[in-house]
C-alpha cells in the first residue's frame, strides 16, 4: 500500500455564528473583572486551536493553558508541545487533560493541579484578590464545559453543583455563563463561555476584524475534522477524505479502519471507506434515491476519529523546524 504524498486541501471554512462576535465583545468589555484566563486547546492541533484574538485581549492577565483531550493526541508529543511552550511562552502554565472527565474527576492529577494554581494565585496577594474570578475561552467544542463542571466538582465542598451544558457539537455554548463559586477558601468564581473561533475562518471580504488573512485549507480541515465546525454547514466528505489522508501517513494507524470496517486493507479511496461505514451502519435512503447516505457515512467516519476508535492522532505538525 502507497499513501498519497499530497492532499488537494481547496475546501474553505466559512463558518461564524453572530452569537461569537457578541461573546468577544461581552469578553473585552468585562475585562476588568476578570483576574485568569484559563485557555482551553485542543491537544490533536496544539496550535491551529490557539485563537490570536485571545492573545491580543487577553495579554494582560494571567493565563493557564490546558490542552483538552489529550487521550486522543498521539501519546508522545506532549513533552513537545511542553518544550515548545517553555521557550516561547515561559510564563504560561501548560496542563493536559482527558476527553472525558466522568464522576470522581476530583481525584484527576491535572484537575488537582489546575486547582491548586488558581489557589496560589489567589492566596499569593489576597490585597489584590479579595476574590478572584476566572475566565474559561476556546474554540468550540473543545471542552471548555467538561472542564468546567470538572473544576466546579473538585472545588466544591458541599451543595448543589450546577453544571454546564456537554454536547459533540460546535457551538452548544451560546453565552457566557453567570459566574459559580469553585472554592470558597479562597473565594474563586469561574465563568464559562461560548466558543470563538478565530475570526480569519471567515472567508476573504467577510471578515469583521482582526488580519487579512483567512486560514489556510489545511488548518480549516484541521478544525472540521475535530470538530470545532458546524458538521451540518461543512463539506463532511471532503473533511472524511482529509481524514483518511491523514491516517494513511501513519503505519500503525494504517491497518486500525479497515479492520474495523471489515476492508482487506487500506486505501487511498473514500468511496470504499463510506461504502462501507453505510453498508454496515445501514446508512441509505430511502426509495426512489436509494445508495448510501455519504454524508452520513462520513459524519460518522469523523466521529469515529473524534470518539478515539481510529487511533491517537495529532494533526499539527510538531517537528521543532515546523514549531519555529
Not at 494582560?60 to 511542553?82: E, G, T
Not at 453567570?178 to 470563538?196: A, E, F, H, N, W
Not at 453498508?279 to 457515512?297: K, L, M, N, S
Amino acid at each position: 500500500f502507497v499513501p498519497r504524498e499530497t492532499f488537494p486541501t481547496t475546501a474553505a471554512l466559512n463558518w461564524y455564528p453572530k452569537h461569537q462576535v457578541k461573546a468577544l465583545q461581552q469578553i473585552q468589555n468585562g475585562l476588568h473583572h476578570v483576574d485568569l484566563v484559563i485557555e482551553v486547546r485542543d491537544a490533536r492541533i496544539p496550535f491551529t486551536s490557539a485563537n490570536p484574538q485571545f492573545e491580543q485581549i487577553l495579554a494582560a492577565r494571567h493565563r493557564i493553558i490546558v490542552f483538552s483531550k489529550a487521550d486522543l493526541a498521539h501519546p508522545h508529543h506532549q513533552p513537545l508541545i511542553r518544550a515548545a511552550f517553555a521557550k516561547w511562552a515561559p510564563r504560561e502554565t501548560v496542563l493536559f487533560t482527558e476527553s472525558r472527565l466522568p464522576p470522581g474527576t476530583r481525584a484527576r492529577p491535572a484537575i488537582r493541579q489546575l486547582v491548586r494554581s488558581i489557589r496560589e494565585l489567589a492566596l499569593a496577594d489576597p490585597a489584590r484578590f479579595p476574590y478572584l474570578q476566572a475566565l474559561i475561552v476556546g474554540l468550540p467544542n473543545v471542552g471548555k464545559s467538561t472542564l468546567t463542571n470538572a473544576l466546579r466538582q473538585a472545588g466544591a465542598t458541599g451543595g448543589a453543583r450546577k453544571s454546564a451544558k456537554v454536547g459533540p457539537t460546535a457551538g452548544v455554548t451560546t453565552a457566557i455563563a453567570t459566574r459559580v463559586k469553585i472554592t470558597s477558601d479562597p473565594d474563586i468564581y469561574l465563568v464559562d463561555t461560548p466558543g470563538i473561533l478565530d475570526p480569519r475562518a471567515l472567508t476573504r471580504g467577510q471578515q469583521t476584524g482582526g488580519g487579512s488573512r483567512g486560514l489556510t485549507p489545511d488548518e480549516a480541515l484541521k478544525l472540521t475534522v475535530t470538530g470545532a465546525t458546524n458538521d451540518a454547514i461543512t463539506d463532511e466528505i471532503h473533511a472524511a477524505d482529509y481524514l483518511l489522508f491523514r491516517l494513511n501517513q501513519i503505519p500503525a494507524l494504517q491497518g486500525i479502519y479497515p479492520a474495523l470496517l471489515g476492508l482487506p486493507g487500506p486505501t487511498n479511496d473514500i468511496d470504499t471507506v463510506l461504502g462501507a461505514i453505510g453498508q454496515r451502519h445501514r446508512y441509505t435512503y430511502f426509495r426512489p434515491r436509494g445508495g448510501i447516505d455519504v454524508e452520513r457515512a462520513a459524519r460518522h467516519f469523523l466521529h469515529m476519529y473524534r470518539d478515539g476508535q481510529l487511533g491517537r492522532m495529532t494533526l499539527d505538525d510538531l517537528r521543532p523546524e515546523a514549531i519555529e
